[in-house]
């Protein structure tokens, strides 16, 4: 009789990766959960984000860059980069960054050499 379910997990009931017990049997502890990125991640190839100027408070310019996608980039550490490489100052509002000052070129450029395709 052939072993329809052969080399499948339904050949065997689960067992634990770390014990080799049944997963009913199992006293290890829970696993940790793995961070949802690494941190400091970039992954923006191919990603389209926009860059547009925006008036705050007191008529105080900003250029904001928004549509980046949270779960691939570690918003704090773009922020940290592009302040780095603009040499001013931003802030994060969600998941908007904010820099300080109408400079759509020099955050588009910047962007483009992390890899996004800024608009
Ligand atoms: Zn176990």
Do not use: H, Y
Request: hydrophobic content about 30%; charged content about 30%.
């Amino acid at each position: 009789m052939s072993r329809l379910f052969a080399g499948t997990p339904w050949d065997r009931p689960p067992t634990c990766e770390r014990c080799g017990k049944l997963v009913a049997e199992c006293r290890c502890p829970p696993p940790v959960p793995s961070a949802p990125k690494p941190s400091g991640q970039i992954d923006s190839k191919g990603q389209r984000v926009t860059v547009r100027r925006e008036k705050r408070q007191k008529g105080k310019e900003v250029t904001v860059v928004r549509g980046i996608d949270p779960a691939k980039n570690d918003l704090p550490n773009l922020l940290t980069r592009l302040k780095s490489s603009l040499g001013t100052g931003g802030s994060l509002d969600g998941t908007d960054v904010i820099l300080q000052g109408d400079q759509i070129e020099r955050v588009k450029a910047a962007l483009e050499k992390l890899g996004f395709q800024p608009k």
